[in-house]
């Protein structure tokens, strides 16, 4: 199981309530990962898995984030994982190069007003797993028309430290 599945698992078993956003051929293999995790700790409080590929999932996932649920999004998901919609897209810089991602985490922040809080799980060189909290994005604290890019620019900027520190984890991520 990667890093990545520690942010999920620390936020169950929290007892935090919690929704996925996953891409629909993962859906199968990490509603699997899940239920193995409540067999060996029954008191976890399982996500709701959100299918990307779902013609009613943002708005099923504003429902929940104006309900108390928390949304655990992966901002690089998979660059296949919807269709190609660049006219919606948002171009970022990330260490000299310039990637294009998709706006729903900034549009789901403007449209509920609630925060977007970038965590990172990483596997630390001596294998242990760190994980870095970068700030606050609230929506209201830039009004500009570009919130979207900036959103998504204070997203990357909070990994790219752990890109250029950490990369081996890294070596077959697609961006």
């Known amino acids: 199981m990667g890093a ?3 942010i999920g698992l620390l936020l169950a078993r929290a007892g935090v309530p919690l929704a996925v956003l996953v891409v629909g051929h993962l859906v199968p293999s990490l509603t699997e990962i899940w239920k193995t995790a ?5 008191s976890l409080r399982l ?3 959100v299918d990307t590929g779902s013609k009613t999932s943002l708005r099923r996932l504003m429902n929940l984030a104006k309900c108390g649920v928390s949304l655990l999004v992966y901002w690089d998901g998979e660059e296949h994982g919807g269709k190609d919609d660049r006219q919606h897209a948002v171009c970022v810089p990330l260490l000299g190069q310039h990637i ?4 729903g985490i900034p549009f789901l922040a403007r449209a509920t007003g609630l925060p977007i809080h970038p965590v990172t799980a990483f596997r630390q060189r001596d294998g242990s797993v760190g994980v870095s909290r970068g700030g606050c994005i609230r929506p209201d604290d830039y009004r500009g028309p570009d919130f979207f890019r900036h959103a998504m620019q204070a997203v990357v900027d909070n990994f790219s430290s752990l890109l250029i520190h950490f990369p081996a984890q890294w070596n077959n991520w697609t961006h």
């Open 4 to 6: 990545h599945m520690l």
């Open 38 to 42: 409540a067999k060996t700790d029954p």
């Open 47 to 49: 996500p709701l898995i």
């Open 100 to 103: 294009v991602l998709q706006p």
